[in-house]
């Protein structure tokens, strides 16, 4: 690698690698917000191990930022040297434009390993890691998520908020169950309680007592044109509420999440199987949606060099050193990917469209983009 490869490559990778990081972040952002702020302000999180979490999330939310990251960072490198005519100077000396996109191309094929090993491997063992450690600080303290003058969110189907609390013991206790639509099915209000939490089921066990419920209709609880049923008794009543959201158990039952080797037992598994004819639809699509998931892993890994490919004609095309045009310009493309991605995998229902084939079909398409651009330049 001569002295003019090292300088582009340098470039390109130092540009690739923030735009990366940059994406990872405002990808996990979301899930920092909901997961993190709420057991960090109760501390059952230290800041040692909030920056460790991050870490974890980020690990699973760069194969996502990876491509959109590669293109950016190939953007805004090959624009400020369009730019600044140094493109103009290399292809006086006779240095055509492959040979300017071969260390691009070079950066490309290892981001592209790269994002096939955290696929494969690195995401899910992040998933797992994550959600354990995540766990074990909730259940280290779990009365702790229960902040006094807080409306807490961080439990499926329950909104919750206490005016006082001395350890276990709670007072001026407000507690919305939401449907599946996340409105307001019932509302319960104590003056008092007792909160307990059950290892065994994961769960926080409040014990109400002088209680005020009011029900909601069940098929539609915003029609207020119905008089709730709002008895007042002076009676107590358990409520369970789910911590399954830090089990590492929930995590690992999605098979999107699953590492490449169980991905493939579980595949052998259902292969194995045969099914009662009323039955074989609903195991052909399963099949297939673990099919898509596996080729997705791969077909993620392989846009990131597809990336690097048609961001070299449109990075030396475009010639714009302004940071929010070539940011503009890949967002754009990465969005179209992604909704054609997205557009495939909602086939997963009709496996005899063979899905799982289908969802090369964006990648094919960038790729020729590319060339067809590749070819345009150099002519």
Not at 23 to 48: K, T
Request: net charge positive.
């Amino acid at each position: 690698m001569n002295l003019l490869d090292r300088h582009i490559f340098a470039s390109v990778l130092f540009t690739c690698a923030a735009a990366v990081g940059l994406f990872a972040f405002v990808v996990a952002l979301p899930n920092i917000v909901r997961e993190l702020i709420g057991p960090l302000m109760a501390g059952q999180i230290d800041p040692g191990l909030l920056v460790r979490l991050i870490v974890l999330l980020l690990q699973f939310t760069a194969i996502y930022a990876l491509p959109m990251g590669v293109l950016t960072g190939v953007l805004l490198t090959l624009g400020r040297l369009s730019a600044d005519s140094e493109i103009t100077a290399m292809r006086a000396a006779g240095i055509g434009v492959v040979r300017v996109a071969w260390p691009v191309l070079l950066l490309g094929s290892l981001a592209t390993a790269l994002a096939l090993y955290m696929n494969i491997d690195a995401m899910p063992r992040a998933r797992v890691d994550y959600y354990r450690e995540l766990a074990a600080a909730i259940r280290a303290d779990p009365l702790r998520v229960i902040v006094p003058k807080t409306f807490i969110r961080d439990f499926p189907g329950h909104v919750l908020y206490v005016r006082e609390k001395d350890g276990p013991e709670l007072r001026d206790l407000w507690l919305w169950e939401l449907d599946a639509q996340s409105r307001v099915k019932r509302l319960v209000r104590a003056e008092s309680g007792h909160i307990a939490y059950d290892e065994a089921a994961n769960t926080l066990v409040p014990t109400l007592h002088l209680v005020k419920a009011e029900e909601r209709d069940a098929e539609n609880p915003e029609d207020f044109s119905k008089s709730p049923k709002a008895p007042s008794v002076e009676r107590s009543e358990q409520v369970v509420i789910s911590l399954a959201r830090y089990s590492v158990k929930e995590a690992r039952m999605k098979d999107d999440w699953l590492a490449f080797g169980d991905l493939r037992a579980k595949q052998a598994v259902l292969a194995a199987e045969t099914p009662p004819p009323e039955k074989r639809l609903e195991h052909d699509r399963n099949r297939m949606k673990l099919a898509i998931i596996l080729h997705e892993k791969f077909n993620l890994a392989i846009a990131v060099l597809t990336f690097a490919v048609i961001g070299v004609p449109l990075g030396i095309k475009v010639s714009r050193r302004e940071t929010s045009a070539n940011l503009g310009l890949a967002v754009v493309l990465v969005i179209g990917f992604y909704v054609l991605t997205a557009g495939v995998k909602s086939l997963d229902r009709q496996p005899h469209l063979r899905p799982d084939l289908l969802l090369w079909l964006p990648n094919v398409l960038f790729l020729g983009l590319g060339v067809w651009l590749f070819r345009r330049i150099e002519r």
